[in-house]
């Protein structure tokens, strides 16, 4: 099979969708362009301080690659990304494979090459303007930097509010304005496109009855999730717009443009839930005396871990919460503060005053989507998301573009980035063939062999920016630290007009003087040192013999005002990096070949969708399913609930993964031990009798859940009491029983969200929905009477609840205190309830009683958690290494796991995982060769005691304590270089290639003398 | 009793003292243990030939047990670091090993550094009234040499111990809030009980059967209400007293120049160091290459400071030896016995040790299984967030 199409992609849209895609493709050697149209990445990541379900910092995760640490960053660093920003697509032509895209480079006004970042333009540009991260709370000027850590790192002029009136020209010293700066139209040729596109906040002003914009104490939920942010000016403690005070009640509103027809918003936007839950707690957490009350339709914690999240919300942070919409917001004239009136449970109404209402906004596409999707010819939906088939969710309606994250479906992260996953293997499976890789087999980068040298060639080059260091700081008096030193070659001063001269200039002296150690002294950090990494492996010095001495913001910038006191700090920092050099020792970051065959456990629609999408990349897989048959779980259900028919998507995968020749499929086996460690496992499998070993690179788990059986409501005593899943099999087969059953009573969460299962099986609400409109569609006269607590028809499926109801389907809830009751006294099944709406108890004689009893993990899974070393969480299904930055990866990089086995899911779910799977293992096996991480551990083994703090303190498991010899050892291939064993090593027999403390003690004597 | 409550659910039997000799009839026990062969061999206190001390031995022929004495009133070395030394290879057979309160606690505490295996080790715990420098003792026989070792238990049934011919205990057996184990195999209890008449003897967990078995004992459960009395008795007095002295020493060190200069006599014997139970490291970072400087280095260090204290790295070798095991502390005292300069170094690690081992609800010693701060993260611990106020 051999592909002639161009590799390179076009991701359109720089968020969190659109740079895990692109991260993962990069790895692949496929060249990537991130189309932004905003002046810097990340979309709303930048916005988050705190996520949701850890409430733990959201901006950078200390994790496996990819993404190993903010994926913002390693999006900046990948060489094989670039970014595109302040962008926008003007048109496509080509298909699938072959693309021609024409872009409009928007003016920026400001040469990101020349601008040294001072900030003077800031201070005199007279126009002010709302920030776009700021959330109407924060103002920027014309002129501006996106927001802190905006990537790439410059000035932008925003063309619509900027009068041109040329004071920032006057006071840029390094000329880096251009107010003449126009648009230009540039084209790429792309084999492949995703779609990123991301949603915007709902309007929330349109809900005038809440008084967004007009009372000041009403704000939106972006604007308290910035208040929110220790980046913000409320340094993270949200004050009362109105006087600043901290509010003492705060009032969140849920559904303000979800859940909706009046306002057109017909679906539900699936994470604010879970979002103001977070707020809440968070809030209650910077301030304990905080009062925090949310008022909601259903509470929908239906993701991974999220119903635990909410219980504790209610439970240990005292959050109130209470079902009631409410219709209107009053502002009280003194105080500000805000009234309204709510339902209690018993149905009397009840009026409050809060300090504060935060309004929980849902998610719409993002303004001139339409435009957009009409000029790539993509379909979207009737709101206007992107179109895509039920079991194709990544794919578009034109081939060879492709779709992840919210423009598909209002989503959270860990479902963006897995749908990411999946888009990217969608783009590997158009694009790639393993065969055709490229492989380097010889040694991958040359190295000057300098270990022993005897004498060190240090060059020390201070790199100015236009005289801007020499302003802040006595240049002249650092350059004579060095006159003394035999060890250096040569002092220069490098004048950075940009990265790319400045770094040509230094790599062609370390060329002409033969250096074999480099200190650079300047400003920018990480932009700096990237580009003279590079340089340094370029002219084979080896990347660890460079020291970088900030003296630019750490010194001439910070001390502006005190140039004797920069300079000196200036020159302890040089002299530490001048230490540091001289200290470095030459030394080759190991690596290891990695096997290329993939182990998929499970055949079920997850592993089906795993081993097909990894064999369309020309990579070979085993299939190891413990039955006789494909298909798993799937092989009992029918029907999905917007229609599709599951048999005969699984007939197709079956007879696909079957057919293909890169697929072994070994039936009635079943996994027995696995060893090893990400790029090389070895294990067995007994299939039929049998052992086999099976040598492989990465390891997907796909195992599989069950139904869950319910102990309770005469189940397996009464034959009419079923659990969805027999009941939709009696429905697809239009049997009697079923078809005519005139009054079927179904019981939500019968066995979900209880003491024994605490999770949400996130699938009931749907089945029943499901299961429902089919029984009125065979039998419209039939009494569907549906027991819930919380409707969690999430996203579009929101559309079907409406429609049951519309078609009279009787939906009561129940409080888990109060549960139906049931008795078959001679086979007659009577279900009675408490009916909160007409405040009484109903009793009614059921002809058919459906229990929605759940999903449960397999048992098998503590065997498999056992012997490939895999974590399970409370709930026993398999834990992930982050839910956001790794949510199908275990710690060790090459295991991963997907379907039911990691969480209860629909269909469509399944096989995004399964792609999303497949790409995470298969970016990791596409090279040949992996390089273990920089500054790794290593053990002295003569002061080793053996005690074993460093294995129990390793997050990685790259700890082992050696039976024979009682020493620690380093596994190399699981170290990231985190250091935590050095810290927790009591005698420093644990040390860090890099940072020995021998070394950081000799810095530090440089520094504080 | 806080710091009690991890104490292991135990059976208990009485055990009669014949003639109103106690020691004889420990060593009656203690024999029977051995020639049972429910132990090869037992480490245990003896006499020392001139009978001015008693040192840890480790005994395999039970005549030789003559002269032992499980109740000595001195503690020369930890036998924590003995028995780590002892088990440091795996040995056939079991060893039976008597050990003091903060002797057990510190030999719990390095199972769990792996430095210290009692897989085949059965641990005697028994009953401290309190322990004597080995210098004072020995005056102490010196000028009565018919002292017996008996007498140093008066006053333990009624928890009134108090120290004898105006000598007093160590000083950290005078704020010890640990007088009696807290999970041996064995326990032998004796405040709160007439030790001429009797003696209580507990066992729990592993061995309790085989010992009820072998030994025809009737073990049964609870403690005597005047045991537990008179342990809260004694609990609560050195309680006091220890509040008094770290309070004391609070003011010492509450500010830096205070701190440093209560520490300025020490003059880098590392003693402390290496009678420390807790410190298990095989080479100390202080006495590897990481410390030995080049000559130039102090030159250049006296250079830029016009002076420099000899010998150097005083004050961080003692804050790094805090750093490391403030955590894990028992409170034996070894340090301050063994410093030439008299430095408060144990009340120093009490007062912080304390500290930290509230903050992170750790009792060292408490018990094997309950792992070392150190070594684990919890996400609700310390509970601070970056940047807030």
């Known amino acids: ?15 969190i969708a659109g740079m895990q895609s692109a991260l993962l493709l990069a790895e692949k050697d496929h060249r990537i362009y991130v189309l932004e149209s905003a002046p810097a990445i990340g979309g709303f990541f930048p916005l988050l301080d705190r996520t949701f379900p850890t409430n733990s910092c959201g901006v950078c995760f200390m994790s496996p690659k990819p993404p190993a640490y903010c994926p913002i960053y390693e999006s900046d660093f990948h060489e094989n990304i670039e970014l595109l920003t302040n962008c926008e697509l003007k048109d496509l032509a080509g298909q699938a494979g072959n693309f021609e895209v024409s872009y409009v480079e928007k003016p920026r006004f400001v040469d990101i090459e020349k601008c040294d970042l001072c ?79 991301g949603f915007e906040p709902f309007q929330g002003e349109n809900k005038g009855e809440y008084g967004l914009g007009r009372y000041k104490n009403v704000v939106s939920s972006i604007q308290y999730e910035r208040m929110m ?127 504060m209402v935060v309004l929980s906004l849902g998610f719409i596409p993002p303004a001139r989507v339409k435009e957009t999707a009409e000029r790539l010819g993509v379909e979207l939906n009737e709101y206007n998301f992107c179109l895509t088939d039920e079991f194709r969710p990544t794919e578009t309606s034109v081939p060879g573009i492709y779709v992840a994250g919210a423009f598909r479906e209002p989503r959270d992260i860990p479902e963006t980035v897995v749908e990411a996953s999946s888009a990217a293997a969608d783009v590997s499976g158009l694009l790639d063939d393993f065969e055709q890789r490229a492989v380097e087999e010889e040694e991958f980068f040359e190295e000057k062999d300098i270990a022993d040298e005897e004498s060190l060639a240090i060059g020390v080059f201070i790199c100015d920016n236009r005289g801007v260091l020499a302003q802040g700081l006595d240049i002249e008096e650092i350059t004579r630290l060095f006159e003394q030193d035999p060890d250096i070659v040569c002092v220069e001063k490098v004048n950075i007009t940009s990265l790319k001269k400045g770094a040509d200039e230094i790599k062609n002296k370390i060329a002409e003087k033969e250096l074999t150690r480099v200190v650079i002294a300047g400003h920018r950090g990480m932009a700096l040192s990237k580009a003279l990494r590079s340089v340094c492996k370029a002219v084979s010095t080896g990347s660890c013999l ?18 004797p006191a920069a300079t000196s700090k200036a020159k302890s920092l040089v002299q530490a990096s001048l230490r540091k050099a001289k200290l470095a020792v030459p030394r080759r970051a190991g690596r290891k070949r990695v096997c290329s065959r993939v182990l998929v456990v499970g055949g079920g629609i997850s592993g089906l969708s795993s081993g097909l999408s990894l064999a369309e990349q020309g990579m070979d897989v085993t299939l190891v399913e413990k039955s006789d048959k494909l298909g798993g779980i799937a092989r009992t259900a029918y029907y999905t609930l917007k229609g599709s028919d599951i048999q005969a998507l699984l007939r197709d995968m079956v007879s696909r993964v079957e057919a293909h020749p890169k697929i072994e499929v070994l039936k009635g086996s079943e996994l027995k031990a696995l060893e090893g460690t990400w790029g090389s496992y070895h294990s067995l499998i007994s299939a039929d009798g049998e052992e086999k070993e099976i040598l492989h690179g990465a390891v997907i788990f796909a195992t599989g859940g069950r139904e869950a059986l319910p102990d309770e409501y005469f189940f397996g005593k009464n034959e009419n009491v079923l659990t969805q899943k027999s009941f939709e099999r009696l429905l697809a087969g239009r049997e009697e029983k079923a078809a005519k059953a005139k009054t079927v009573v179904m019981i939500q969460c019968v066995g979900s969200r209880d003491e024994k299962h605490p999770y949400c099986s996130r699938v009931c609400c749907g089945q029943a929905v499901k299961n429902a409109l089919k029984l009125k569609e065979l039998n419209p006269e039939a009494d569907v009477y549906v027991l819930y607590r919380d409707m969690r028809t999430y996203g579009f499926y929101e559309k079907y609840y409406h429609e049951a109801r519309g078609k009279g389907v009787i939906f009561v809830r129940y409080e888990p205190q109060a549960r139906p009751e049931v008795s078959a006294s001679s086979g007659t099944l009577r279900v009675s309830f408490f009916d909160s709406v007409v405040k009484e108890r109903i009793s009614l004689e059921a002809d058919l009683l459906v229990l929605s009893s759940g999903i449960a993990p397999n048992e098998d899974n503590h065997r498999l958690a056992e012997i490939a070393g895999l974590e399970l969480n409370a709930d026993g299904f398999f834990a992930e290494a982050n839910p956001k930055a790794a949510p199908l990866d275990s710690v060790d990089r090459g295991k991963y796991f997907c379907g039911l086995s990691h969480s209860p899911n629909h269909i469509g779910d399944a096989i995004c995982q399964g792609k999303a799977a497949a790409a995470r293992a298969s970016a990791l096996i596409w090279n040949a060769f992996q390089e273990y991480a920089d500054n790794q551990a290593y053990v002295n083994e003569r002061l080793c005691s053996g005690c074993g703090i460093c294995v129990s303190a390793c997050p990685y498991d790259a700890r082992i304590i050696d039976e024979v010899s009682n020493k620690a050892n380093v596994l190399e291939d699981l170290c990231k270089g985190c250091g935590t064993c050095v810290i927790s090593c009591p005698n420093g027999a644990s040390q860090q290639y890099d940072f020995e403390r021998s070394t950081i003690l000799d810095i530090l004597d440089e520094v504080i003398g | 009793m806080d710091g009690l409550d991890g104490v292991q659910r135990m059976k208990s039997t009485i055990i009669k003292v014949e003639n109103k000799d106690t020691l004889r009839s420990l060593r009656k026990f203690l024999g029977r243990l051995m020639e049972s062969k429910f132990v090869e061999a037992l480490l245990v206190p003896k006499l020392l030939p001139g009978g001015d001390g008693f040192v840890q031995s480790l005994i395999k ?41 903060c002797e057990l606690r510190a030999a719990v505490e390095m199972v769990k550094f792996l430095q210290v295996n009692l897989d085949n080790v059965v641990t005697i715990g028994v009953d401290c009234p309190g322990t004597y420098e080995v210098g004072d003792y020995a005056e102490m026989v010196k000028k009565d040499r018919e002292l017996s070792p008996q007498a140093f238990l008066e006053g333990a049934s009624e928890g009134e111990i108090r120290p004898r011919q105006g000598y007093n205990f160590r000083e950290c057996c005078q704020i010890c809030e640990y007088p009696v184990p807290l999970n041996g195999d064995i326990t032998i209890g004796l405040l709160g009980l007439d030790h001429s008449k009797e003696i209580l003897l507990m066992a729990g967990g592993r061995f309790e059967k085989e010992l009820a078995q072998k030994f025809s ?72 290459l990481v410390f030995e400087h080049r000559s130039e280095q102090f030159l250049n260090w006296a250079d830029r400071r016009g002076a420099i204290r000899m010998p150097g790295d005083t004050l961080i070798f003692h804050l790094t030896r805090m750093s490391h095991m403030a955590t894990s502390c028992v409170g034996c005292g070894m340090c301050d016995s063994a410093c030439p300069s008299d430095l408060p170094i144990s009340s120093l690690f009490g007062l912080i040790g304390s500290e930290l081992q509230e903050m992170f609800e750790y009792v060292p010693g408490r018990d094997a299984a309950e792992e070392p701060p150190v070594s684990v993260f919890k996400e609700d611990e310390l509970q601070a967030e970056a940047g807030s106020e």
Not at chain 2, 260 to 288: A, D, G, W
């Open chain 1, 229 to 355: 942010s220790f980046s913000s000016s409320t340094g993270g403690l949200p004050g009362r717009p109105s006087d600043g005070k901290r509010p003492k009640k705060v009032a969140f509103i849920q559904c303000v443009g979800s859940r909706d027809p009046s306002c057109g918003q017909g679906y539900c936007s699936s994470i604010c839930c879970m979002y103001a839950t977070k707020q809440a707690m968070v809030s209650k957490e910077r301030d304990k005396e905080l009062e925090a009350a949310i008022f909601y339709m259903d509470i929908r914690a239906m993701g991974k871990d999220y119903e635990r999240y909410y219980e504790r919300a209610k439970q240990e942070y005292g959050i109130r919460y209470l079902r009631s919409a409410i219709s209107a917001v009053r502002e009280l004239q003194r105080s500000k503060c805000l009234m309204f009136t709510y339902g209690l449970e018993n149905g009397q109404l009840e009026e409050e005053e809060f300090d």
């Open chain 2, 217 to 288: 004992l009737e073990l049964k459960e609870g403690n005597s209400a005047n045991r537990e009395k008179v342990i809260e008795k004694v609990t609560h007095k050195r309680r006091e007293q220890r509040v008094k002295v770290i309070d004391e020493l609070k003011e010492r060190v509450n500010i830096i120049e205070k701190f440093m200069q209560t520490l300025s006599t020490c003059i880098r014997c590392h003693n402390c160091m290496n009678v420390c139970p807790i410190c298990y490291c095989k080479e100390c970072v202080f006495k590897s």
């Open chain 1, 119 to 197: 900030n003077r333009c800031v201070e005199v540009c007279p126009v002010e303007v709302d920030s776009e991260l700021g959330a109407g709370i924060e103002k920027r000027k014309a002129i501006h930097l996106p927001f802190a850590q905006a990537i790439p790192r410059s000035y932008v002029i925003d063309e619509t509010s900027c009068t041109k009136c040329g004071d920032c020209l006057k006071v840029c010293s390094p000329g880096a304005i251009n107010l003449q700066d126009k648009s230009r139209e540039r084209k790429l040729n792309v084999g492949a496109i995703v779609l990123g596109f």
């Open chain 1, 546 to 563: 460079l020291d970088y001495a900030n003296i630019g913001e750490q010194c001439a910038n910070v001390h502006a005002l005190d140039s």
């Open chain 2, 61 to 101: 022929d039970s005549r030789m047990l003559e002269d032992a004495n499980p109740i000595a009133p001195t503690m020369a070395v930890q036998s924590a670091r003995i028995l780590s030394e002892l088990t440091s290879s795996p040995f056939d057979g079991r060893i039976g090993v008597v050990l003091k309160p």
């Open chain 1, 1 to 15: 099979m051999s592909k002639d199409m161009n590799r390179d992609v076009l991701v359109i849209g720089g968020g």
